[in-house]
Structures are given as C-alpha cells and as structure tokens.
C-alpha cells in the first residue's frame, strides 16, 4: 500500500548498495520521494546530486516528513546533515569508530526528535524498506504525538486546496471567532474543526492561544481540547485541514503562507 500525503515536504536517509560504495549514507531534501530517487539514481544529467552521480544504485530507507513547509523541512536537513554545526544539537557526541554512517546518522535524527522546534512538529518517521528498520533507543523515543510509520509514501497533488479555501471563505464571511467572538476577516487568520460534527471556526493565533494555556513559553501547540465540541485534536490535524489535507489523518501527520507567522 503507498500512502498518498498532500503538500508532502519530507528529508529522507539514501543508504549505498554498490558494493565499492557500501554504507554510504546521504541525507537530502524533498518533495517528491519516487521522483527524487530516481534523479539520485539516474546520475546529475537527471538531477541527482553531486555527492550521489556514478555511486549508485541507492535505497530511499527512512523519510521524515508532516513539515509545515520546505523551510521548516531544509533547515532540518541542514541540522541532520552537519550535527556539530547545530546550536541545537551540540550534546550529541561525534561518531565513533565502530559505529556505522548508518546508525550514526540514525542516533543523530534520534536526538533531533527529541529537541525544539522540531519535537512539537506533526512530522511522521516513515520506513520504507523494512529490512533497515532500526529501534529508536528507549532513552531517545519519539514524542507520543510523531506516529512511526512503514511503507511507501507519495506526493499527491492538493485537488482540495481551493474547495477548502472556497468553504472556509464562506464560513469567514459569515462567521465570528469562536474564542474572541471578533469577525474573520480573511479565511486565512482562520480555522475551523475537522470533525464532521463540529463547526467551530476561530482565528489561528486564538486557537492556538487557547491550546498554549497550559504550556506558556511555546509558540507551537501540540493538541488539545476543541473549544466547541471538546474533543481532543492534534493541532497539525487542524492545520493539514486547513489546507485541504484531511485524508489518512490518522496515519499521516506552503512556504508562501505558514499559520506560525501568525504568532
């Protein structure tokens, strides 16, 4: 089964499998993964990065995505791929002589999950060859709220953006800030609830107000209660419908536009 996930912003692990070049690991960026590995494969004249022409072929193992945008997903490609050079990640010790560029660069992601911003994200950690899968160690495990996930994953095209766009320029037109109980002058200030039951619709930098309330000092909510119906929701739930991406919610956690400018 491949999963299909929009606005799919994601950094992936390229494990070597030629045998000159065995175990090499490259740690890149995309938004595409089928495309992506077939550039790295096909050698720079198809796209592939220097680093990766004439070594292959490689394996895409392991992608991270759920990022809110290509900014947000470079800048932990940037950190994955030079851990000593992050002012977040200066706590992790240098590879060791008997460990692999395999699991090394695993411990590293391991720890990234662990620390701001990047462990109050939506991100979801994806294998998608199974015979690699490594455990996360029981001291670094993943926030409760990142789903570990297996199999193949695939860019779609948002088909919904401007229906949803459409619906929540009505409900903007017509509605009030549930919170704040002001008028919603744009539907891009705004948020509504997913579930089918439920028509709350609030301004953004509200909502997430109202999340932050029992967590002051963050600007990034992790979940908490719908002020309307009061069920429990994800806030990258929230904003995954926002931009017209409900499918395999869930599974599954535009660098134009990012509802944190808002905060």
């Not at 800030?177 to 609030?202: A, G, N, R, V």
């Amino acid at each position: 089964m491949v999963v299909e996930v929009e606005n799919f912003f994601g950094v992936y692990m390229l494990y070597c499998t030629n045998p000159k070049f065995k175990g090499r690991i490259y740690i890149g960026f995309t938004v595409n993964p089928e495309r992506r590995i077939g550039q790295h494969n096909g050698g720079r004249h198809r796209g592939g990065a220097k680093r990766t022409s004439g070594r292959g072929p490689w394996e895409m193992i392991l992608i991270i995505h759920g990022f809110p945008s290509d900014i947000s997903a470079l800048r932990f490609e940037w950190a994955w791929q030079h851990p000593h050079s992050s002012r977040r990640l200066g706590h992790v010790s240098r590879k060791t002589r008997k460990e692999s560029s395999f699991d090394f660069h695993w411990r590293v992601v391991s720890h990234m999950l662990q620390v701001a911003p990047w462990k109050r994200l939506p991100l979801t950690v994806r294998w998608l060859r199974q015979e690699y899968r490594r455990d996360f160690d029981p001291a670094l495990q993943p926030p409760l709220h990142m789903p570990i996930a297996f199999g193949s994953v695939r860019a779609k095209r948002n088909k919904t953006s401007s229906q949803s766009e459409d619906q929540q320029e009505m409900q903007a037109d017509r509605g009030k800030c549930y919170l704040c109980k002001e008028k919603i002058q744009t539907p891009t200030h705004s948020i509504t609830c997913f579930l089918p039951s439920c028509s709350m619709i609030s301004h953004v930098i509200c909502l997430a107000k109202e999340f932050l309330k029992y967590e002051p000092g963050h600007l990034i909510p992790i979940e908490g209660n719908c002020p309307s119906c009061k069920n429990q929701v994800l806030w990258g739930n929230l904003i995954r419908h926002k931009k017209g991406c409900y499918g395999d919610l869930e599974e599954i956690a535009s660098s134009q536009s990012h509802w944190a400018d808002d905060l």
